[in-house]
């Protein structure tokens, strides 16, 4: 029985199409009127299903895909409570630098062994959000229909069958089972991208709400940066420039 591919939901764009919507300047200005826009600005200048009338995909969650190396990523850390300062005087010691840094990344949700997990996940994850399937992702991240052996490997593979009680027929049926089954391979990663991202963004919302931070002076910074530009709130601004004193100077001698 042949097995019946999933058609897109996306019948209006091909994929490469779309992810070259990344680099197009007036996608990026419609996503950022979008992204930037806020409740109290009134009613919305597009709604998301005008935008995929338009362009044929929905706007990303943020702006990391728009732009990579946009320093947002760095105020996001900051505004999360994922970062840390470590005070440096003439007295410190590398010693109790590499300690402290030690101790402060313990207090950071580390990303960095996963990084390009967590790239690939946000890409996927927007891309089946806009309604391609997990096959046509795995198709334009690994950049094959489907990914196929080398033919170093491919002919060790039939080696390793011709040995035994089997016609070539049945021989080049095994090989390209294991193909396909290489094919299923990168269409599991990209379904675990999208779960491990998802879950990572999700934790990101939380801490973006209620910042953990990595140590006291980061974490007043943090939290008088919060109560200065996101929510303002004079007697936190006092609250928190005391708790950053305090973490500095330590609690004034009665």
């Not at 779309?18 to 419609?30: C, E, G, I």
Request: glycine share 6%; hydrophobic share 35%; net charge positive.
């Amino acid at each position: 029985m042949e097995r019946r591919k999933r058609k897109s939901l996306n019948p209006r764009k091909n994929i490469s199409d779309v992810v070259a919507l990344l680099k197009d300047p007036d996608f990026y200005k419609d996503c950022k009127t979008i992204l930037t826009a806020r409740p109290t600005d009134g009613p919305y200048p597009m709604t998301p299903e005008e935008f995929f009338a338009k362009w044929g995909a929905f706007p990303p969650r943020n702006f990391a895909l728009l732009r990579p190396n946009d320093p947002r990523k760095e105020a996001d850390a900051i505004l999360a409570g994922q970062w840390g300062l470590i005070p440096v005087y003439p007295w410190t010691t590398e010693g109790e630098i590499r300690k402290a840094s030690v101790k402060t990344r313990r207090g950071i949700e580390k990303r960095h062994r996963d990084a390009r997990g967590i790239e690939l996940g946000r890409l996927a994850d927007w891309l089946s959000t806009s309604g391609f399937s997990t096959a046509e992702i795995a198709k334009e991240i690994f950049g094959r229909k489907r990914p196929s052996v080398s033919f170093r490997e491919e002919q060790r593979v039939f080696r390793s069958l011709k040995g035994r009680d089997l016609s070539y027929t049945e021989i080049e049926a095994r090989v390209s089972n294991t193909i396909r089954g290489r094919s299923h391979s990168h269409e599991k990663q990209v379904g675990m991208a999208i779960k491990r991202f998802r879950a990572f963004d999700a934790k990101g919302k939380m801490l973006r709400e209620a910042p953990a931070g990595a140590e006291p002076i980061s974490h007043a910074v943090t939290m008088l940066l919060r109560h200065t530009y996101i929510r303002p709130d004079a007697k936190d601004v006092v609250r928190w420039l005391e708790a950053l004193r305090s973490s500095l100077l330590g609690r004034p001698t009665p």
